[in-house]
Structures are given as C-alpha cells and as structure tokens.
C-alpha cells in the first residue's frame, strides 16, 4: 500500500482516499463475504468499514500498517452487521454465491456441510478462521488484527476448529464422507 | 492426512471459494459520504505523532522527569512515617504481575507490555480514537502486562498504577463497566472478593465466552487477572490473591 496516499488521505486528503478505497475494496469485501457468509451483509460491512477507516485514519500511527489496521476495522464492521443480522440468511442464497468459481474438488457435501460448521459459529471465531486460512495470515499477525492477545487467537482458534470438526463429523455419512480425502 | 490436517485443509480450498472483487457501486456509495464525515482525532494524531517522533533521549528524561516528580508528591503525600503502607512505584510491577517465567504450569508466556498499550489491552468493545479516554487515564504512572496460554486456555495478567487512589478507582470503574458491558465482555455474574478494596470476580454462564475476570483496586494500583478457555476458577482466585500479596 502506498504509505504516502495513506498520509495524505491522514492530512484529510478525500482523492486520495478514494484511490486508496479503490485499492483496499475487493479485499475488504472479500474478508467479509468469508466472514458474514452473505453478499449483501458484505457488501454492507465494506461499505461502513471504508467510512470508518475515514472517519478514523487519523489516528493510525503507523501508515506502514494501514492495511494490518483496516482489517481490524473491517472485522469490526462485520461484527456488527453480524449482530444487526441476528438470523444469518437463507442457506440456499449462500450456496448459490459459492458456485461462483467454487473448487471443483471439493465436494458438494463437504461445502454444505463446512457452511453449516461456520453459520454456527460466533462472529469473532469467523473472523480468527477467515484471517487464518484466508489471508494466511500467523498468530501473531492475527493477534495484532484483531487487537486481542494472541491466547485469545489461540483460544477462538481451537474453538472454531473444535466446532467445524464436530459438525463435519456428525454431518458425515458414508455415502458422502467417501469423497473426502483420507 | 489426519482429521485436523484434513479440516484445515478442507477450510483453505473452501475460503478460496467466493467472489474476489466488490461491485464499484459499493465504493461508491461510501465515497459519497466522504465529504459529510469527519475525522476524529486529527488534533490528538498530531499531538501523538510529535511524541512519537521526539528523540528517545529527550522522551526517556521526560518520562523520568513526570516519574521523579510522580514519586516524590506520593512520598510527600504518604507522609513517609513508620507504619504507613508501601509506596508501589513503576520497579514493583514486575513482581507484582505473574513473572513471565513463572506462569501456570504447562503454560508458555506469550507476552509483557510494560507501556501505555496496557490501559487499552483490556479494551475490546472499542478501537482508533474512540479509545482515547482508555489510553489517557488522569494520574496514570505505569502498568504492566503479561500474558501465558496453551492450546486449550490462556492466562492474562495485568496491573496499572495510578498516582492516586481516586485516579485508580476511576480507572477500574472504567474497566468494570467494560467487563459487564454488552459491547464489552458481557459477563453476568459477579461475585466479592475477600482482598482488595474494590472490585469482583466476574463469569459467565455461556459456554461461548469461558472467561474469567477477577479485577480490583488496592490503593493506586488496579489489578486484574483472567483466564479464558479452561482455567479452574480457585486457581485464577489463587493467583489473584498472591498478586495483590505482592502488592503490600
């Protein structure tokens, strides 16, 4: 990220924090559909999320860690579009939003049964996941998104996997579970 | 590949999956707010970034300037006579959290702060500039925090020390309201505590949340020590008992 576009858009520049919203946007938007499950909530939480990056940049001390810092606040908006929307949207819309490139090898039963896994999950152990498997990012990395300690990472961490392998287990039949890699 | 393997395995391809690019409309339609929001805390940025940028010497004879004279208006205060309880300065902290190569058993140390990142680092219900009244605590001297975990549960604890009494009840009113509030931590249940001047030791009864938060004041210092994941709750109060031992 270009550090001066971020201290000018600091200095209350508004060009060139549109050139930075443009440059941030798909990434913020796809850390939250992974998160919120949810185009339109994702589309939502990019939106207050490059509002509030605005409305806050001024306070980032270090715009070499601009990007690290709008996730934080990313995360944040998609907590509360997450509370806002307390009942997540129809399954059906979010299987059709994942045949958009969607992996071949994995199998349609394993989709469904990783989005139920995750639909059941609360927002901030989402959020640990996405970071983690998505951004691949370290713990540490995490830690300093999320603005927690790192055992707390550790902690939703071991949570949501306990939770995904629990759902994916008891979803398995034999009949699908033998698409699965062994 | 075994299972664990496997689920993260199977989590990568599937986080792949998914759109990668946002409707321009979306930008769009925050940029047109742009223009009627302001931003907050420009004033206290310009403020923050000429402390930051000082030359370490000058900021490190200023901190000890604000300490020397911090030490010697409590030692006027205290009035120094025989029977008057210790004066905790900033050198006691680290004795007086858990030592970093002294925590639970099986846990390994993660972290220590011993700077102005720990009056925020209990802090989640708020970020950027909305943290402001947590960092710039009246009366604030010093703090220190250390942090263990293993895979199942972590352990936190923490001390800030005021330059009074008042500045620290203050300061741990704050962080109660955090504990208890929604936005915060959300825990329901609270219970006395038989040390301290102030404060409770706080749960809760979903099995979501699995923390612990034990928080109280002792004089100028407000202390606190929590555990999430699985922590038995007599070993949190053990640990908080021998914290506030070390601080008279």
Redesign the interface.
Known sequence: MDQQLVERAQGGDEAAFGELAYAIGDRLFTVAQRILRDIDLAEDATQQAIVAIWRELPGLRDPARFEAWAYRVLVNACYAEARKERRWSPSLRVLETDRVGGDPELSVADRDELERGFRRLPPEQRAVLVLQHYLDLTLPQIAGVLGVPIGTVRSRLHYARRAMRAALEADARPALSGSRPS | ?N??R??????????????????DR??A???T???T??????Q???L??SF?TMKPAVTVLGIAAVAVAALAALQILAGGGVGTPRVITSDDLPAIVVPADEGPAGMQH??TYDDERILI?PI?SV???DAIPYLEQPGFVAGRYT???H??????SWAALFESAEDAQRSLDLYIEEVESEAGYALGNRADLTFGEEGGFWDDDDP?N?IQVILWRSGALVMAAAT??DFDPDELRTIAEEMDDRAQ
Do not use: C, N, Y
């Open positions: 590949m299972r664990s496997e689920i993260d395995h199977l989590l990568d391809r599937w986080m792949d999956d998914g759109p990668t690019v946002v409707a979306v930008i339609a925050a940029l707010e742009i223009p929001t302001r931003q907050r805390g420009a206290w940025a310009r923050k970034e930051m993660d972290i680092r989640i970020t950027g500039t942090e263990f975990s895979s199942t549960a972590g352990l936190l979501e699995d999430f994941g």
